[in-house]
């Protein structure tokens, strides 16, 4: 079945590109064979700094087997800064 999640994490980056690499490759490493997508990107804060905070909202894609599940997506997201996805099936 194919699902899709949303969420917002806030990290520490280097810039916004930064923010994006890592948002997508995180996701990628957590979920092989998804399509992770960036939707938003904005400083959590006013003051220039070589490591500054991000705010950044995503989508996730992907398919998974009927008898997996969502809860199987929770249990590879569980522990990591993704975990609060919001899970719909499509």
Not at 48 to 77: P, Q
Request: charged share 30%; glycine share 8%.
């Amino acid at each position: 079945m194919t699902v899709h999640g949303t969420g917002r994490v806030v990290l520490p980056a280097y810039g916004l590109a930064d923010a994006e690499h890592q948002v997508e490759k995180e996701l990628e490493e957590a979920w092989p064979g998804c399509r992770a997508e960036v939707l938003d990107v904005a400083r959590t804060d006013d003051r220039a700094r070589i490591v500054e905070e991000f705010a950044v909202r995503y989508r996730v894609r992907g398919t998974v087997a009927k008898t997996d599940g969502l809860r199987s997506l929770r249990e590879r997201f569980s522990g990591t800064r993704f975990s609060g996805i919001s899970w719909d099936v499509i």
